[in-house]
T-cell receptor
Framework: DGGITQSPKYLFRKEGQNVTLSCEQNLNHDAMYWYRQDPGQGLRLIYYSQIVNDFQKGDIAEGYSVSREKKESFPLTVTSAQKNPTAFYLC????????????FGSGTQLSVL | GQQLNQSPQSMFIQEGEDVSMNCTSSSIFNTWLWYKQDPGEGPVLLIALYKAGELTSNGRLTAQFGITRKDSFLNISASIPSDVGIYFCAGGSGGGADGLTFGKGTHLIIQP
């Protein structure tokens, strides 16, 4: 079945540590996105990529980094510069950059030890 | 940036009741999308609306694109236990998902 796979489901970060969240899709979608979700809040865009080897900052990119070396993969690194990383992180994809219908993965819950 | 006001924040209803929720904005949107999120999972698209005044159904769900283009409504008829979750609206410019603005969600709780 086609879809988006995020791993791990739960992740713990020690202070000063960088951690990487995985996102893989087999939908053959061009565009991929990372969102942060805090309790009782809407989704906030961290980074997005409309095509391989290109990505753009979203509304809250500080303290995060991404890469898009393959069409299927869009990993997110939460760096030590992100002082409040505890949140639910959602990866999504859309068929084309101009298509607003998002397909989401099942999320990664990141917590700080 | 643009903001969406989604209401109510939470709803406590009895099984079998009809549900109504809405999103409003001071800005005009060209598209409206409604998503449902189960606990610990990612949102799933329910309905997408592309034209002012459009009324679209998906089973027991019906959504409308407000005629002013500043609001949208979602109705659920004859609620069942699996309807529990958080419902999000999103307004878009029509230019891509990077331009979507999400509401804060309506938490639907069904009492037995």
């Amino acid at each position: 079945d086609g879809g988006i796979t995020q791993s791990p489901k739960y992740l713990f970060r020690k202070e000063g540590q960088n951690v990487t969240l995985s996102c893989e899709q087999n939908l053959n979608h061009d565009a991929m996105y990372w969102y942060r979700q805090d309790p009782g809040q809407g989704l906030r865009l961290i980074y997005y990529s409309q095509i391989v080897n290109d990505f753009q900052k979203g509304d809250i990119a500080e303290g995060y980094s991404v890469s898009r070396e393959k069409k299927e993969s869009f990993p997110l690194t939460v760096t030590s510069a992100q002082k409040n990383p505890t949140a639910f992180y959602l990866c999504a994809s859309s068929e084309m950059a101009t298509n607003e219908k998002l397909f989401f993965g099942s999320g990664t819950q990141l917590s700080v030890l | 940036g643009q903001q969406l006001n989604q209401s109510p924040q939470s709803m406590f209803i009895q099984e079998g009741e009809d549900v109504s929720m809405n999103c409003t904005s001071s800005s005009i949107f060209n598209t409206w999308l409604w998503y449902k999120q189960d606990p610990g999972e990612g949102p799933v698209l329910l309905i997408a609306l592309y034209k002012a005044g459009e009324l679209t159904s998906n089973g027991r769900l019906t959504a409308q694109f407000g005629i002013t283009r500043k609001d949208s409504f979602l109705n659920i008829s004859a609620s069942i236990p699996s309807d529990v979750g958080i419902y999000f609206c999103a307004g878009g410019s029509g230019g891509g998902a990077d331009g979507l603005t999400f509401g804060k969600g309506t938490h639907l709780i069904i009492q037995p």
